[in-house]
């Protein structure tokens, strides 16, 4: 049964710093991996869609890269601003070619001003 | 393009009521999924419609039913309303049926009391 777990589940860094948020996932047959940022109360925002034969993705200052030998994928935030606090979550397909989620915990980032 | 749209956005229900959430897609998505998001669970998979059909359905009760029309917009049920139901109720859509970027709604909050 696949597990997903995010590490930490709170960060708070002064605005600036470069930060990485970590996913780690048990089961490494996924098909795809994503990335998405939710604000409090609101829905999600999708922040980047890693194809499991691809190694990274990048928007903007984002940056996600996938190994999947490893069960493992990383959120790199460049010169983070107070506009990044939100929690991040991670989520890989239940099954393969479906769209049902399987969600991780989530880090929730606060960037100080 | 309008995003994807959910009504109500709050609700306040009692236990033993029923409650019917709506979702409207994207325009031009076919794909509709669903997901509960409760503090101790998380975010959970509930179900995944495309051309009027349910292809996958998550790990609960029967008393959770959903629906989709031809025009993609999708319905949820729940009934027999129990306090646990208390949640965000996100809906997101997505092009087709097979695993892409999914593309999220603000949400319904439902008490139940």
């Known amino acids: 049964k696949q597990e997903v777990t995010q590490i930490p589940a709170a960060l708070s860094v002064p605005e600036g710093e470069n930060l990485v948020l970590n996913c780690s996932f048990t089961d490494s047959a996924i098909y795809n991996l994503q990335w998405f940022r939710q604000d409090p109360g609101k829905g999600l925002t999708s922040l980047l869609l890693?194809?499991?034969?691809?190694r990274e993705q990048t928007s903007g200052r984002l940056n996600a890269s996938l190994d999947k030998s490893s069960g493992r994928s990383t959120l790199y935030i460049a010169a983070s601003q107070p506009g990044d606090s939100a929690t991040y979550l991670c989520a890989v397909p239940i099954q393969t070619g479906a769209n049902n989620l399987f969600f991780g915990t989530g880090t929730r980032l606060t960037v100080i001003p | 393009k309008a995003g994807v749209t959910q009504t109500p956005r709050y609700l306040i229900k009692t236990r033993g009521q029923q409650v019917t959430l709506s979702c409207s897609p994207i325009s031009g998505h076919r794909s509709v999924s669903w997901y509960q998001q409760t503090p101790g669970q998380g975010l959970q998979f509930l179900f995944e419609y495309f051309s009027e059909t349910q292809r996958n359905k998550g790990n609960f009760p029967g008393r959770f039913s959903g629906r989709q029309f031809s025009n993609s917009r999708s319905e949820m049920n729940v009934s027999t309303l129990e306090l646990g139901d208390s949640a965000l109720y996100l809906c997101?859509?997505?092009?087709?049926?097979?695993?892409?970027?999914?593309?999220f709604g603000p949400g319904t909050r439902l008490t139940v009391l």
């Open positions: 890693i194809q499991s034969s691809q």
């Open positions: 997101a859509s997505s092009l087709g049926p097979y695993t892409d970027t999914q593309y």
